[in-house]
């Protein structure tokens, strides 16, 4: 018998890839694509030599073709960190709309099932908390973050429209904020952002007063979730994410502790339409998939300082300058 065979867009970027070694370690044979905007051959380079893994280096916003048969599709493409999405609006908007369109056109030319990665964002700022999947969301079309946050929600109603114009096979999840090993150093998020900061010896910066809140999911646990969702009967919006709240500054502390550093939190002026509160409500997932995090925060942020202690210094500094994105803005 055959290997069941997935797509996956985004593969070499921190979650796409955490998938790929899913899929091949489930028996799959995992097509990774990517055009590495953001993401990193490194993080997929051990897996080229495996006899079930191929990679497409292609722009999911051109015209996506793959031979042979294909079972599922994981579309992960996008950039996903502020810092990228601000510097790239415009590929931003198109690897959700253009990139999404293709791969569901392809996904119904292969009667592949497709699971597309949206993301807490298309709550916007929210007025309901925690936040669960029948909340419409409070995002600002027009604002500096709606090139993402829109851009995901159209992600949305297109794969809707294709399940019920096409009889597609869909599924969506919500991303609440996820860390573990993979992250870039300098993708602007704030957990990679305090570690790298705490490491260097730095001082550590945060957005206004640190009031508002986060919920951080270990990556594992989040690739548990998918893995489950992809294979449910379920074709509506899945929460995935860990409900334990904490503020920036608390948080911010907790990493001062971890890395036994001496640095200090600092205040910067506010970003615009950052969300105050992110709390994912899991009720549906506990229910319909029988899931729930279960890797706690404390050894969660142990296993990823790990791993960022293990890169090379130089990376270390190194990582403390942006890549230059602006050649994507077209």
Not at 218 to 232: A, C, F, N, T, W
Not at 248 to 272: A, C, H, R, V
Request: proline share 5%.
């Amino acid at each position: 018998m055959s290997k069941k065979r997935v797509l996956i867009t985004g593969a070499a970027g921190f979650l796409g890839s955490h998938l790929c070694d899913r899929f091949i370690n489930e028996g799959y044979y995992v097509i990774g694509m990517d055009n590495l905007i953001t993401g990193d051959l490194h993080n997929i380079e051990h897996l080229f030599k495996n006899p079930n893994f191929e990679f497409y280096h292609h722009d999911v916003t051109k015209f996506v073709f793959v031979p042979g048969e294909l079972h599922y599709i994981l579309h992960f493409a996008s950039p996903a960190s502020p810092i990228d999405y601000l510097k790239i609006p415009i590929q931003t908007l198109k690897v959700s709309s253009l990139g999404t369109h293709n791969i569901l056109g392809l996904a119904r030319v292969k009667k592949a099932r497709v699971l597309v990665a949206s993301t807490s964002e298309v709550y916007g700022d929210p007025l309901v908390h925690p936040q669960n999947e029948s909340y419409w969301g409070n995002v600002n079309p027009i604002g500096v973050r709606g090139c993402y946050d829109e851009a995901k929600r159209f992600m949305e109603a297109l794969t809707m429209a294709y399940h019920r114009t096409h009889g597609l096979e869909t599924r969506i999840v919500r991303i609440f904020n996820t860390y573990g090993p993979r992250m870039r150093l300098n993708d602007g998020r704030v957990l990679p952002t305090f570690i790298a900061q705490a490491l260097r010896g730095e001082d550590l910066t945060m957005y206004g007063d640190g009031s508002q809140t986060r919920s951080f999911c270990y990556v594992d646990d989040l690739i548990e979730g998918i893995y489950r969702l992809l294979l449910s009967d379920y074709h509506l919006p899945v929460n995935i994410g860990n409900p334990e709240e904490i503020t920036i500054k608390e948080f911010g502390e907790e990493i001062i502790q971890l890395t036994n550093s001496k640095s200090k939190l600092i205040s910067l002026p506010p970003m615009q339409d950052d969300p105050k509160q992110r709390k994912p409500d899991i009720t549906l997932a506990k229910k319909l998939l029988g899931w729930e995090p279960k890797i706690s925060r404390k050894e969660g942020l142990k296993r990823t300082l790990e791993y960022f202690k293990s890169l090379p210094k130089e990376k270390l500094v190194q990582e403390k300058e942006f890549k230059d994105l602006t050649k994507w803005n077209r």
